[in-house]
């Protein structure tokens, strides 16, 4: 039996860091998409074939075979080049993508049927993630699974997630700032901050959670400027979080894009952890876009061309 099975990268929009602390992330799955292949012999003894082994792969193997009463030999194949820019990862949730579809893919060959119990399937996404990522939200695996563009609240009972929508094609615009940044290592430095200065890491948090709910609000609505606004507030409020924690998460080349597109009428923030990787940028129009990038690729930045709102996992024919 045999299953190719492909998912979104992801941007976090808002909300970084606040998701944590149970503040609302917005979270949107793009269109460069991880394809992995996947084949069972249930004839075969408990094995896997080709590589390299993924740790999110080979949690979701462990619990599909726990979960599901998988058997059988595994051959598998991953293909994750579009989340790099030559041999360079550029932070749009590929080990996100891989749990997403990891699990959907098992499920298909354990007979789980993914499409009629998508609940179960998205649960043991984020369990695998969990186990290689503990400290994280688990927001991007959500937005990875469902696509689109997603309201994620993390609570004492799970996670709440809310479909939402686009009003209106904003002029958005996806920056490489140059290098990569290890998300797991600025998540244990933060959670290492937090409990050794609560109060401070308490009031820059709640900063984030207002930035995040002023743009999601007005991203609801339709709107732009209310957006451009909030978007401005929320990369100072993560500069502030990282002076104050000492963790580089604004770097200087984000914001060096954040104040380009400043100039323009627009804003700009880290996507994700910060410390590197992509940042997203709104401009008030088409015409303050296409300035936009040229002036950042002047500053020697990468535009990375992509679409938001993509569809979540999916079988491939």
Partial sequence: MKVSVSAPGKLFVSGEYGV????????????????LHMALDKEALPSIKKGPLFPELEAAIRLARSRWNLEGG??????NRSFLIGETKIGLGSSAA?????AWGLAFLAGASPETQPDSVLELALEAHRETSPLGSGADVVASYLGGWVVVRRTAHGIEIKKTEAQKPWPWCVVFSGSSARTSEFLKDFWRWTQ?????????????ECASNAFIDAFEKGALFEAIH????????LRALGEFSEIPIVTEALHAIAKQAEAFGGAAKPSGAGGGDVGIALL?????LSAFKSAVGQLGHVVVELSLGAPGVRREE
């Fill in 74 to 79: 595994l051959t598998i194949d991953v293909d």
């Fill in 230 to 237: 909030a978007l401005r507030a929320h990369h100072e409020a």
């Fill in 284 to 288: 008030p129009s088409k015409e303050a």
């Fill in 20 to 35: 944590l602390m149970g503040a609302k992330a917005l979270v949107v799955a793009v269109d460069r998409r991880l394809f």
């Fill in 98 to 102: 891989l749990a997403s579809a990891s």
């Fill in 196 to 208: 050794k200065d609560s109060h401070s890491s308490w009031a820059r948090l709640k900063d984030i």
